[in-house]
């Protein structure tokens, strides 16, 4: 059984950061990635980044490229989202998930295990 848990959210400045973490237990070969997805009120899911775990190739959404940077842990499954000069757009319920996504790192669909989710809010 995957199962995937996310810690680090809470409230922060404009400018400021935050560090996620995503533990993930029962990965299995089935599997090539971790990606991290956010959802705001009344918006759709939204894939932020992704990482290859077996390559540590990753990818990025443009809105937050250059703030964001995607990591693991190299001695187990434990993901990162370190995000820097937040805004107040970033704002969201951030997930990470699991999955063999291809060619599609942002695809909810290519995803099957997820999260509950941490918020994250960005306001002064």
């Known amino acids: 059984q995957v199962q995937l848990v996310e810690s680090g959210g809470g409230l922060v400045q404009p400018g400021g950061s935050l560090r996620l973490s995503c533990i993930v237990s029962g990965f299995t070969s089935n599997y090539n990635a971790v990606g991290w997805f956010r959802q705001a009120p009344g918006k759709e899911r939204e894939g932020v980044s992704c990482?290859?775990?077996?390559?540590?190739?990753?990818s990025y959404v443009d809105s937050v490229k250059g703030r964001f940077t995607v990591s693991r842990d190299n001695a187990e499954i434990t993901v990162y989202l370190q995000m820097n000069s937040l805004e107040p757009e970033d704002t969201a319920v951030y997930f990470c998930?699991?999955?063999?996504?291809?060619?599609?790192?942002?695809?909810?669909?290519?995803?099957?295990?997820w999260g509950q989710g941490t918020q994250v809010t960005v306001s002064s």
């Open positions: 998930a699991t999955g063999y996504v291809g060619d599609k790192p942002f695809a909810p669909g290519r995803y099957d295990y």
């Open positions: 990482i290859i775990i077996s390559e540590d190739t990753t």
